[in-house]
């Protein structure tokens, strides 16, 4: 039977071949597995490194270099301005690097060196664990061209060698093995129903023989090896440092020393790395019932039938089975069955392995950067973090590729399911999300939820991005058809990797939306409050303001988001997806709104200059709220636009072409009427003065936020459009009329559009200077930290070597109370003189930055200090007045300690 034809629902279904072809879900889930284990292992045993290579106690070795620097690294966004903090927190972490990064890779090597071997040993393991013995085909001549003529439909070059199973009962099989020794075994349960029901023999044996054929028995073995891997190298060993913190300081076989805080800190830990171990035997389980499906596929193609088990029958699940098939190695019956009969539904994108996917990017980027951060690699001082942007893109671009591949060829193929490319990037952008709070590394931040609207927001815009991003991934693999490893292939790729890094990539900044809410757009919203109050020309000034100057603000690649915005028109008409005709008719409908654009603009500055103030019009506030309002003109004139091509059946790519043009034209009257100084013809056609309106940043660089903002009105107002005539349709009772599409020609059409884009790019990156800076913010204020930091600061010295030091301290007075009981004249003169010594070491230890705290530790110290000194005096000879007086020092010494053992973060 040939693979472009496959029997189901009742007669041929096209595409047979295509589902061997795509991507398939199995790898993906084996690429989710593989990432969550190895980002897992580097953050596990980062944190074993940074403690027990430097045997510092229970200190974290960040935490101690920002005790050392003086630099508290909190959440909150606030950036302490002394280079000198900053020189010396990198220069202690930088102490870490090599035997950090030696250990991570040592443990990661060792992970991937378990998974090798089990995965070579497993095939002898099963043969002798099993006591399996070869099938001797020289005793049945049938049995043997019976399978013979097997693996030739299975188009098998190298026939496997067939194993039986004397003991096993069951009517099943197995095939195992590696790639230069690949085998089959047969129980003999199944070798016994061949007299009885010979096609559901050979259905059973070649449904063995295509996971040979789909070549995932070395997926299957090596999932099983890198989990049994993961449990030893990983799993195991962080159990027990939860169980047990003392195994990784310098002492491990001290009892442990519980407390609310370590019992929080643990509890806190512990349900994160449950809900990551679920997550990894999910995946690992999820990656065997793929196999049995894309094999159940191939039987089905191979038999011509879309129920070759028909002769088994179906086993009583229990009530908890639908909940037990997420963990199952083996699918259930209603999946075989849509396997069987609708095998090209196996190529449509499943939310939960884009979910799996998600979360397991976002953990492996999350638990990478951690590594890299804590051995001292990555800082502000490189660009680590835009390499690791650039990795976080990549593998988000491929899941999205992926994804597209799969879900045009589902649709070429006769699925039927519109809404499965939006699905799989809403599923994708939720394991992003997930996948953060998720995180191990979380569990000792002071803040592992969202709980701040900007982070809501954040992620709000993500999940937008993300399903927008993929619906355009499987409109470009539609496209792009079977060219897809040609260059046309590359381009797509390209401009889906740039958009993936401009949209989605702000999520890996996502730690430091707070500080740029309250250091940047805090400050910035109110000067821009005064600016509207100050000009009043409409009720709307502040809204127009906020939305122009803080995309203005937060587009801080502005070269790539330009070009990346363009590339969702520019790619889908080098491809050919947009009809010649309907090129030409975008162009000239921009340049026509561009023009309707100039109308308003002259109607703006006319009815400014007879509505404000010359000295208004003159000030600062007035540019900027006149230069937003400029723009704001330029968006709605797109929105309007973008309904009216959509109400003509325009298409998305062809309104956000027509878009681009107009918002072209508006960006370069905008600049020319900042060269100008505000005036020249529109000036003279609205019989305003000079008044330099338009020397400001936003009018300078108007490319920086009017991409932005046409990209949104042109998609509001395709939506609108598409709306009104659907309801028109409805209402008149008319057909829908068939969007023909036809490839695009005409080369010097395509050369313009090209063109038009490389003007924008040209004209962002190098744009004219602005001669006065109205949108900067006064910088008053900013260098002070934020208040309500004591707590986290006082929880940074606690663990960066605070509490071992309040711990020596006590143990050294412990130390000296010995010489007293039975009471030692020279020794506890010795041990007095010792403490005092001791004292001064600890002074050399920064104090906590927290008053209270500080207050505390600095009282202790000179209360122990004090204490022994008299201590020493008195000892020898015998002092009784001394002796109290040192005795009453140590009390207050005492309560000092209690007062700060009570401090210790719960």
Same mark, same amino acid.
């Given at each position: 039977?040939?693979?472009?034809?496959?029997?189901?629902?009742?007669?041929?279904?096209?595409?047979?071949?295509?589902?061997?072809?795509?991507?398939?879900?199995?790898?993906?889930?084996?690429?989710?597995?593989?990432?969550?284990?190895?980002?897992?292992?580097?953050?596990?045993?980062?944190?074993?490194?940074?403690?027990?290579?430097?045997?510092?106690?229970?200190?974290?070795?960040?935490?101690?270099?920002?005790?050392?620097?003086?630099?508290?690294?909190?959440?909150?966004?606030?950036?302490?301005?002394?280079?000198?903090?900053?020189?010396?927190?990198?220069?202690?972490?930088?102490?870490?690097?090599?035997?950090?990064?030696?250990?991570?890779?040592?443990?990661?090597?060792?992970?991937?060196?378990?998974?090798?071997?089990?995965?070579?040993?497993?095939?002898?393991?099963?043969?002798?664990?099993?006591?399996?013995?070869?099938?001797?085909?020289?005793?049945?001549?049938?049995?043997?061209?019976?399978?013979?003529?097997?693996?030739?439909?299975?188009?098998?070059?190298?026939?496997?060698?067939?194993?039986?199973?004397?003991?096993?009962?069951?009517?099943?099989?197995?095939?195992?093995?590696?790639?230069?020794?690949?085998?089959?075994?047969?129980?003999?349960?199944?070798?016994?129903?061949?007299?009885?029901?010979?096609?559901?023999?050979?259905?059973?044996?070649?449904?063995?023989?295509?996971?040979?054929?789909?070549?995932?028995?070395?997926?299957?073995?090596?999932?099983?090896?890198?989990?049994?891997?993961?449990?030893?190298?990983?799993?195991?060993?962080?159990?027990?440092?939860?169980?047990?913190?003392?195994?990784?300081?310098?002492?491990?076989?001290?009892?442990?020393?519980?407390?609310?805080?370590?019992?929080?800190?643990?509890?806190?830990?512990?349900?994160?790395?449950?809900?990551?171990?679920?997550?990894?035997?999910?995946?690992?389980?999820?990656?065997?019932?793929?196999?049995?499906?894309?094999?159940?596929?191939?039987?089905?193609?191979?038999?011509?039938?879309?129920?070759?088990?028909?002769?088994?029958?179906?086993?009583?699940?229990?009530?908890?089975?639908?909940?037990?098939?997420?963990?199952?190695?083996?699918?259930?019956?209603?999946?075989?069955?849509?396997?069987?009969?609708?095998?090209?539904?196996?190529?449509?994108?499943?939310?939960?392995?884009?979910?799996?996917?998600?979360?397991?990017?976002?953990?492996?980027?999350?638990?990478?950067?951690?590594?890299?951060?804590?051995?001292?690699?990555?800082?502000?001082?490189?660009?680590?973090?835009?390499?690791?942007?650039?990795?976080?893109?990549?593998?988000?671009?491929?899941?999205?590729?992926?994804?597209?591949?799969?879900?045009?060829?589902?649709?070429?193929?006769?699925?039927?399911?519109?809404?499965?490319?939006?699905?799989?990037?809403?599923?994708?952008?939720?394991?992003?999300?997930?996948?953060?709070?998720?995180?191990?590394?979380?569990?000792?931040?002071?803040?592992?939820?969202?709980?701040?609207?900007?982070?809501?927001?954040?992620?709000?815009?993500?999940?937008?991005?993300?399903?927008?991003?993929?619906?355009?991934?499987?409109?470009?693999?539609?496209?792009?058809?079977?060219?897809?490893?040609?260059?046309?292939?590359?381009?797509?790729?390209?401009?889906?990797?740039?958009?993936?890094?401009?949209?989605?990539?702000?999520?890996?900044?996502?730690?430091?939306?707070?500080?740029?809410?309250?250091?940047?757009?805090?400050?910035?919203?109110?000067?821009?409050?005064?600016?509207?109050?100050?000009?009043?020309?409409?009720?709307?000034?502040?809204?127009?303001?906020?939305?122009?100057?803080?995309?203005?603000?937060?587009?801080?690649?502005?070269?790539?988001?330009?070009?990346?915005?363009?590339?969702?028109?520019?790619?889908?008409?080098?491809?050919?997806?947009?009809?010649?005709?309907?090129?030409?008719?975008?162009?000239?409908?921009?340049?026509?709104?561009?023009?309707?654009?100039?109308?308003?603009?002259?109607?703006?500055?006319?009815?400014?200059?007879?509505?404000?103030?010359?000295?208004?019009?003159?000030?600062?506030?007035?540019?900027?709220?006149?230069?937003?309002?400029?723009?704001?003109?330029? !968006? *709605?004139?797109?929105? &309007? #636009?973008? +309904?009216?091509? =959509?109400? $003509?059946?325009?298409?998305? /790519?062809?309104?956000?072409? @027509?878009?681009?043009?107009?918002?072209?034209?508006?960006?370069?009257?905008?600049?020319?009427?900042?060269?100008?100084?505000?005036?020249?013809?529109?000036?003279?056609?609205?019989?305003?003065?000079?008044?330099?309106?338009?020397?400001?940043?936003?009018?300078?660089?108007?490319?920086?936020?009017?991409?932005?903002?046409?990209?949104?009105?042109?998609?509001?107002?395709?939506?609108?459009?598409?709306?009104?005539?659907?309801?028109?349709?409805?209402?008149?009772?008319?057909?829908?009329?068939?969007?023909?599409?036809?490839?695009?020609?005409?080369?010097?059409?395509?050369?313009?559009?090209?063109?038009?884009?490389?003007?924008?790019?040209?004209?962002?990156?190098?744009?004219? !200077? *602005?001669?006065?800076? &109205? #949108?900067? +913010?006064?910088? =008053?204020? $900013?260098?002070?930290?934020? /208040?309500?930091?004591?707590? @986290?600061?006082?929880?940074?010295?606690?663990?960066?070597?605070?509490?071992?030091?309040?711990?020596?301290?006590?143990?050294?007075?412990?130390?000296?109370?010995?010489?007293?009981?039975?009471?030692?004249?020279?020794?506890?003169?010795?041990?007095?003189?010792?403490?005092?010594?001791?004292?001064?070491?600890?002074?050399?230890?920064?104090?906590?930055?927290?008053?209270?705290?500080?207050?505390?530790?600095?009282?202790?110290?000179?209360?122990?200090?004090?204490?022994?000194?008299?201590?020493?005096?008195?000892?020898?000879?015998?002092?009784?007045?001394?002796?109290?007086?040192?005795?009453?020092?140590?009390?207050?010494?005492?309560?000092?300690?209690?007062?700060?053992?009570?401090?210790?973060?719960?």
């Amino acid at each position: 039977m040939s693979e472009q034809t496959l029997a189901g629902d009742g007669g041929p279904l096209r595409g047979g071949a295509r589902l061997f072809s795509t991507p398939s879900g199995t790898r993906l889930r084996f690429a989710t597995l593989i990432g969550l284990a190895l980002g897992t292992t580097a953050l596990v045993h980062t944190n074993f490194a940074g403690l027990m290579l430097h045997r510092q106690g229970t200190s974290d070795p960040s935490a101690r270099c920002q005790v050392r620097s003086g630099l508290y690294l909190l959440r909150d966004g606030w950036s302490d301005p002394d280079e000198g903090k900053w020189q010396t927190y990198w220069g202690c972490m930088r102490h870490q690097t090599v035997p950090v990064l030696t250990w991570v890779l040592v443990a990661v090597l060792l992970l991937l060196l378990l998974a090798a071997v089990l995965h070579r040993v497993q095939p002898t393991w099963r043969v002798r664990r099993r006591r399996l013995a070869p099938l001797d085909l020289n005793a049945d001549a049938a049995l043997a061209e019976e399978l013979a003529a097997l693996v030739r439909r299975a188009e098998l070059t190298d026939p496997p060698t067939f194993l039986t199973d004397p003991l096993g009962h069951r009517t099943g099989g197995v095939a195992f093995g590696h790639r230069r020794r690949r085998l089959v075994c047969l129980d003999a349960g199944l070798l016994a129903l061949r007299g009885r029901d010979p096609e559901a023999f050979r259905a059973v044996v070649l449904h063995e023989l295509a996971h040979l054929r789909n070549r995932d028995v070395t997926v299957t073995h090596a999932t099983l090896a890198v989990w049994r891997a993961f449990l030893v190298v990983t799993l195991v060993p962080f159990a027990l440092t939860i169980v047990d913190p003392m195994l990784v300081t310098a002492t491990p076989l001290t009892l442990p020393r519980w407390s609310h805080y370590t019992l929080a800190f643990n509890a806190n830990t512990a349900w994160r790395i449950v809900a990551l171990v679920m997550l990894v035997y999910a995946s690992r389980a999820s990656v065997l019932r793929a196999r049995e499906l894309y094999a159940d596929a191939r039987v089905a193609l191979w038999t011509g039938t879309a129920d070759p088990y028909r002769g088994f029958t179906d086993q009583a699940r229990p009530r908890f089975w639908r909940w037990h098939t997420w963990w199952a190695n083996h699918p259930g019956r209603a999946a075989r069955t849509a396997a069987l009969q609708r095998p090209h539904s196996l190529l449509r994108p499943g939310v939960g392995e884009m979910l799996a996917a998600g979360i397991a990017v976002q953990i492996t980027w999350n638990h990478l950067w951690q590594t890299l951060v804590t051995a001292g690699v990555a800082n502000a001082e490189n660009s680590w973090h835009m390499v690791l942007r650039i990795a976080w893109s990549s593998a988000v671009a491929a899941l999205l590729g992926v994804s597209g591949l799969r879900y045009a060829e589902f649709r070429r193929a006769g699925g039927r399911a519109r809404g499965a490319a939006a699905l799989s990037g809403l599923a994708l952008g939720l394991g992003l999300v997930a996948g953060r709070f998720l995180d191990v590394a979380a569990a000792g931040r002071e803040r592992s939820l969202p709980v701040t609207w900007i982070g809501a927001a954040d992620a709000l815009l993500l999940l937008g991005c993300a399903t927008a991003v993929s619906c355009w991934a499987g409109y470009l693999a539609g496209l792009l058809g079977s060219r897809r490893r040609s260059r046309h292939g590359l381009l797509a790729a390209a401009a889906l990797l740039l958009l993936c890094y401009v949209l989605l990539g702000r999520w890996t900044e996502e730690d430091g939306a707070d500080g740029v809410l309250r250091y940047l757009l805090a400050p910035e919203s109110a000067q821009l409050r005064r600016y509207a109050a100050e000009v009043g020309w409409t009720t709307w000034d502040s809204g127009a303001v906020h939305a122009v100057v803080f995309a203005f603000i937060e587009d801080s690649d502005r070269v790539l988001m330009v070009a990346a915005l363009a590339a969702l028109w520019l790619v889908p008409l080098l491809l050919g997806g947009i009809p010649m005709p309907r090129v030409r008719a975008a162009l000239l409908a921009g340049l026509g709104a561009g023009a309707a654009w100039a109308v308003l603009d002259v109607a703006l500055r006319a009815a400014a200059h007879r509505s404000v103030a010359a000295g208004v019009r003159a000030g600062d506030a007035f540019a900027v709220v006149f230069s937003s309002w400029e723009i704001v003109g330029i !968006a *709605a004139v797109q929105l &309007v #636009l973008s +309904v009216l091509l =959509a109400r $003509r059946r325009f298409g998305l /790519p062809s309104t956000l072409l @027509a878009c681009t043009v107009t918002g072209a034209v508006g960006a370069a009257g905008l600049v020319g009427l900042h060269l100008a100084d505000g005036c020249g013809l529109v000036g003279a056609l609205a019989r305003t003065t000079c008044t330099r309106t338009m020397d400001d940043a936003l009018a300078a660089r108007p490319l920086q936020v009017v991409p932005i903002l046409g990209t949104v009105a042109a998609l509001v107002g395709a939506a609108l459009g598409g709306g009104l005539r659907l309801l028109r349709e409805r209402t008149e009772g008319l057909a829908a009329v068939p969007d023909h599409r036809v490839a695009a020609g005409g080369r010097t059409v395509r050369v313009v559009a090209v063109a038009i884009v490389a003007a924008c790019v040209a004209s962002v990156a190098f744009p004219p !200077a *602005a001669t006065r800076d &109205v #949108l900067k +913010v006064d910088e =008053a204020g $900013r260098s002070a930290p934020p /208040p309500n930091r004591g707590e @986290a600061v006082r929880a940074i010295w606690y663990v960066g070597g605070g509490w071992d030091r309040i711990l020596g301290v006590q143990r050294r007075m412990g130390w000296m109370f010995e010489a007293f009981q039975p009471f030692d004249p020279a020794m506890a003169q010795d041990r007095c003189t010792q403490l005092a010594s001791s004292v001064r070491d600890a002074r050399a230890f920064p104090a906590p930055p927290e008053a209270t705290s500080a207050e505390a530790w600095t009282g202790l110290l000179d209360s122990v200090e004090r204490g022994a000194e008299l201590c020493a005096k008195a000892a020898d000879p015998f002092d009784d007045s001394l002796m109290s007086e040192s005795a009453r020092s140590f009390k207050a010494a005492n309560a000092r300690m209690a007062e700060l053992v009570a401090m210790v973060p719960r």
